[in-house]
């Protein structure tokens, strides 16, 4: 099944900084929910280890990352491709990071994607609103990096 | 047969169910408690795809974790066992418990996981690393007909498994001479029976006395023999334990893949193997979908409303392996005709496989889909006629003097009555009143509708399907045991050699027991010995236990009753036409000659007084074959079943147009199977019938997305009918005993639902039928019939704006 997800969300951290933590994979391991392991296998490539639960099925899922026309630090775009005991998974995602007035930026994506497997069949009619809640848990898990990075606050 | 039933003491009387006892406690005893120290647990990596060429399996870091004891792929497993018996003459479908260089419908087991605990087994069954490359599909079974489709079994060259068709009588003649023809195509959807216990087995190797002991939720005829030939064991090498109770069958629960698995890890790893499957392994991977079929029908008749011939197609979507499930379009051939006396009949019955889960045996053995499509064809008659759908079938269905009657594929109707039938259904739910009340309901703007089928259960199983169907089939015995024992204290045991579930075969055999020996049945103790202890038999299949159970339990008996006479006759001197036995004793013409403890006392103590040649103890048992059950096909025909209980359904259903959610306001079935040898049991068996019914007709679907991944594998998509959706059911009791029967009584194992889909869908047609729409699939989902109406609608709205 298809999927689709964009939002848009506000950072206090300047372009560069967002930029940075968004193709770390250190950083990123901590905020993707249930990524075990990124790791990098050559330019702007990356293998992924994720650990999932969906509805009444959980399992992994071991995708292949890679970063395209990155154009630092404003756009860039990201594919991603693989499967696991949780099912098929393929997708493309671009962001774009502009600045904003209070020195902060701001994060616009847009994804695509489709689904299959074990979580396509099991989930089909809540995968809309997990993969929502997903991108809001890593969205909260980045922004509590850089807030961290600065000083300890609470999370919005 | 019948002079006996108006004296019955315990048969057909509303006794306790005893089984209930312990159910109802929560004292049953399932697989899942056999708890044996040791054991291990299995878990399965399922395939993501609905084709797939495994390239390669990475069980390096799944091995490492803790708990895990072993992991199997298919292609080891594939060199140490043999592949599963397989029902046609299709020797190069090979079907394994793992998938063999295949993926051949998603989720389909690719490997196995076996640890110490299940949950073990589950974590470490996601790290096994399996590489696939997708291959072409095919899910719908007229597409795999046709040349360009991907073969699922390249071996087999096609997908064809089964393509045989019979012309029984003269069928072009009949179409020449009649008045008038239609066609119509309907579809079953792909359902089942989705039992709360899923399948569960327990297997235990014993290297010292070379056995393998099983414990499973099993309904399955042959169990023991396919476990040893998969496994290379010699027959009296498996142990199946029949004192299992299986939490709900109705067919399904067959999982010879999940046994033979289990019994090879058990050897390989010598300690207890324990294999459950969760609900999404059952529902996406036990095997146990029943039919997904299309029927093509013509039909040819005259306009008095006499139908003379159906030409019918039925292509049955096997799913990815042949199994046993093709054989479901054999069975119905004993009742090709329904209830209707139909001159002749051409049959076409084809089965393909697909990148579906495997089909199973589902209650009816393929009959309801059948029953379904002839009531549909019958309604269609009578709509195209202008006729009323109940006159059409009194003109067609066969009369009571005129049985035993032969139908044109070979098989003879016991007896029946089924004008009487229907009378006694309509009188009770006073029709004229049901039609007013539809009227009413239209008049408030509701569509209402009534449903009718009349339909048969074909009773009794034998297996004459198989050599129909396959050549090399030689099989004609369909036989089932009981072995009756007196111990020393005078006290009954009654061996049964089966598993149940749910069924009642304790009760069963104890009532006809009691009511030959006369003695009270909840004083008899059943037991039910070991595959190695037991007489043959082929288990609680086609509708069989009453008549085949039943009637062994009965001739056992007799069997005693016959030797207690004689011996009876010895002592006392009196010749054995003066003396009788009742009430568990032998009565002479002066009173008493002999009561159950003397009896009991010679046969265990007294040799002495024994006639010459009987052997001591008070011992009998009966293998009673099939009754009809004598011969082998010739040219085609057969008679399969032997015994055809009949039921008549009246439904009135009420929606709203808009919302279409179809409401049962009144359910009638009038019901006959013969004898009834315990009320609560049929009654019973019929209400859940009914249940199942509404499921397939409404509600029940696995459905597959276009990528070949099931959408319904939990019960939150699985739609099961439950107390919102099942109404209170009015059943009308009739009786016309078999004639081939101990007690005249036939089937009910398959009641209810046999024409519940019929009626439903019937009842949905009438209510909808002044929009001019059909709706030709099951099940009739509330959105099909609100979308159809509001297309209807639209279209009528434009035409009249215009």
């Not at chain 2, 699922?152 to 072009?172: A, C, I, Q, R």
């Not at chain 2, 059943?526 to 008549?547: F, Y």
């Not at chain 2, 009998?620 to 004598?630: F, K």
Request: with cysteine.
């Amino acid at each position: 099944m298809k999927l689709n997800l964009e939002g848009k969300e506000q950072f206090d951290a300047p372009p560069q900084e967002l930029w940075d933590a968004l193709i770390d994979p250190e950083v990123l391991t901590k905020c993707i929910p249930g990524c075990r392991k990124m790791t990098e296998i050559g330019p702007d490539s990356y293998v992924i280890e994720v650990q999932l639960k969906v509805a009444a099925v959980g399992g992994s899922f071991e995708g292949a990352v890679s970063l395209h026309d990155k154009n630092e630090p404003e756009s860039c775009r990201i594919k991603v491709s693989g499967e696991g005991s949780l099912g098929t998974g393929e997708g493309q995602a671009s962001f774009t990071i502009t600045p904003t007035d209070d020195g902060g930026s701001e994060l616009s994506y847009y994804g695509e994607g489709e689904v299959g497997g074990l979580v396509a069949g099991v989930g089909q009619r809540i995968l809309k609103s997990v993969s929502r809640h997903l991108v809001k848990q890593f969205f909260t898990g980045l922004k509590k990096h850089f807030s961290a990075s600065d000083d300890v606050s609470t999370e919005s | 047969m019948t002079e006996q039933s108006s004296q019955n003491r315990f048969v057909s009387q509303p006794r306790r169910v005893r089984e209930d006892r312990r159910f109802v406690a929560g004292k049953g005893r399932f697989v899942a408690d056999i708890d044996i120290p040791g054991t291990l647990h299995v878990a399965f990596v399922a395939g993501t795809y609905a084709a797939a060429r495994i390239e390669s399996i990475d069980t390096s870091a799944a091995l490492d974790m803790p708990g895990v004891v072993d992991i199997v792929t298919g292609d080891q497993l594939a060199a140490e066992i043999a592949p599963l018996m397989n029902g046609l003459d299709t020797p190069k479908v090979r079907r394994y418990p793992l998938a063999v260089g295949d993926v051949r419908y998603a989720g389909e087991w690719v490997c196995a996981v076996v640890a110490e605990s299940r949950e073990q087994a589950e974590d470490a069954a996601d790290l096994v690393r399996v590489r696939y490359a997708k291959r072409d599909f095919v899910l719908d079974a007229e597409e795999a007909l046709t040349r360009e489709a991907p073969v699922v079994h390249p071996d087999h060259g096609s997908n064809v498994l089964l393509d045989k068709t019979f012309v029984w009588g003269g069928v072009e003649e009949d179409f020449d001479r009649s008045d008038e023809k239609l066609s119509l195509r309907v579809t079953w959807g792909r359902n089942s029976t989705v039992p709360i216990e899923t399948f569960g087995v327990v297997a235990k190797w014993d290297p010292w006395e070379r056995i393998l002991d099983v414990w499973a939720s099993i309904q399955m005829p042959k169990y023991a023999d396919q476990i040893a030939r998969a496994l290379g064991l010699p027959g009296n090498g498996v142990r199946v334990h029949y004192d299992v109770d299986v939490g709900g069958s109705y067919g399904v629960k067959r999982g010879i893949k999940h046994t033979v698995l289990a019994g090879f890890f058990a050897r390989r790893l010598g300690r207890p193997i324990r294999l459950i499957e969760d609900r999404i392994e059952n529902m996406r991977a036990g095997d146990a979908h029943g039919p997904e079929r299309i029927f093509d029908i013509d039909v040819a008749f005259n306009r008095d409303g006499t139908v003379r011939s159906m030409k019918m197609r039925a292509l049955d979507n096997a799913g990815a392996y042949a199994g046993r499930a093709p054989f479901q379009l054999g069975k119905p051939i004993g009742a090709i005709v329904g209830p209707y006396r139909i001159n002749s009949v051409q049959y076409h019955a084809l089965s393909v496989t697909t990148n579906k889960t495997v089909e199973e045996a589902v209650r009816g053995f393929g009959q309801s889909p059948t029953n379904y499509a002839i009531e549909t064809m019958m309604d269609r008659v009578a709509a195209h006629l202008g006729m009323d759908r109940l006159e059409l079938r009194r003109r067609n269905l066969i009369r009571k003097e005129q049985f035993p009657y032969l139908i044109p594929s070979g098989t003879t109707y016991d007896s029946g009555d089924y004008h009487t039938v229907i009378d006694k259904v309509l009188l009770h739910a006073d029709y004229d009143a049901l039609v007013a009340e539809r009227d009413r309901l239209r008049a408030e703007g509701q569509c209402a509708g009534i449903g009718i089928a009349a339909c048969l259960e074909p009773s009794g199983g034998n297996s004459s399907f198989e050599p129909l169907l396959n050549e090399k089939n030689r099989t004609s015995t369909w036989m089932e045991s009981v072995r009756i024992n007196v111990d020393a204290t005078g006290a009954v045991i009654v061996a049964i050699h089966t598993t149940s579930a749910g069924q009642g075969h304790e009760t069963l055999a104890a009532t006809v027991v009691g009511e030959r020996l006369q003695i009270d049945p909840d004083a008899i103790r059943i037991v039910r010995p070991d595959s190695l202890e037991s007489l043959p038999g082929n288990s609680p299949v086609g509708s069989r236990m009453a008549i085949m159970l039943g009637g062994a339990a009965a001739r056992a008996a007799d069997t005693l009753r016959a030797q207690i006479l004689q011996i009876a006759s010895h002592v006392s001197g009196i010749a054995e036409e003066k003396l009788t036995y009742r009430e568990a004793a032998v009565h002479g013409p002066d009173g008493v000659v002999m009561d159950w403890a003397e009896i009991v006392d010679v046969t265990h103590r007294r040799f002495h007084d024994l006639p010459e040649g009987m052997s001591p103890g008070l011992s009998a048992q009966h293998i009673l074959q099939v009754p009809t059950g004598t011969a082998l096909p010739k040219d085609g025909k057969v008679q399969m079943y032997p015994c055809f209980s009949f039921e008549f359904h009246l439904v009135l259903i009420a929606f709203d147009p808009i919302l279409a959610k179809p409401e049962i306001r009144r359910y009638v079935i009038g019901h006959d199977c013969g004898t009834v040898i315990n009320p609560h049991i049929v009654r019973g068996m019929t209400l859940g019938g009914i249940a199942h019914g509404i499921g397939a007709a409404l509600l029940e679907e696995f459905a597959y997305d276009d990528d070949g991944q099931l959408q319904t594998q939990s019960f939150l998509d699985y739609l099961m009918p439950s107390s919102h959706e099942v109404p209170n059911v009015e059943i009308v009791h009739h009786c016309t005993p078999s004639p081939h029967t101990e007690f005249g009584q036939k089937g009910s194992g398959e009641s209810g639902y046999l024409g519940a889909p019929a009626a439903i869908s019937g009842a949905i047609h009438d209510a909808i039928a002044s929009r001019g729409i059909t709706l030709d699939k099951l099940p009739i989902r509330m959105s099909a019939i609100s979308d159809a109406i509001a297309a209807a609608d639209a279209v009528q709205k434009k035409g009249i704006d215009v």
